[in-house]
């Protein structure tokens, strides 16, 4: 519970930064989305998004530092943290088609030490002015209280991150 209260507190601090959408929330679990068109192709998208440490914020790693984040981009691959003494898998590449689709299996975080899993899914689409990207964030599983709890600060924080992710590729 006390990662619980972590995100809750997180949510509260941070602004709103990327138009986001808790989809569903139940005790068992919850669903996240973000929709939003990027100024950049989708191959730049891409290029931005299988380099997590480029857009992933510091104050949510374990380590301290995105630096560390890594991403396999391949089916087994994985999403994973380097720390002083030791590292973190926070996902696992299930699915991927360059330019276009990137699946993932975990759960971030917190999340990690609850009875849940979760499935994360980025997709992206060549518009006449770039690339519309949609991200889904699904998370099942049990929590005392229930997993509804979280969902509105996973999409904070969550959202942040995808936010991240459209300044770096729209920058290039």
Known sequence: MRYAAALILLAAVL???AHAEVVKAEAGGFSVSYK???AAPPAKVWAAL???ARWWSSDHT???SAANLTLDPRAGGCWCETLKDGSVEHMRVVFIQQDQRLRLAGGLGPLQ???VSGA????LKPTGTGTELTVTYTVGGWMPGGLDKLAASVDAVFGAQVANLKRVAEAG
């Open 62 to 64: 374990y380590s301290g």
């Open 50 to 52: 299988i380099r997590p």
């Open 15 to 17: 602004p709103a930064t």
């Open 120 to 123: 994360m899914e980025f997709a």
């Open 36 to 38: 939003l068109n990027i």
């Open 113 to 115: 030490s609850l009875a």
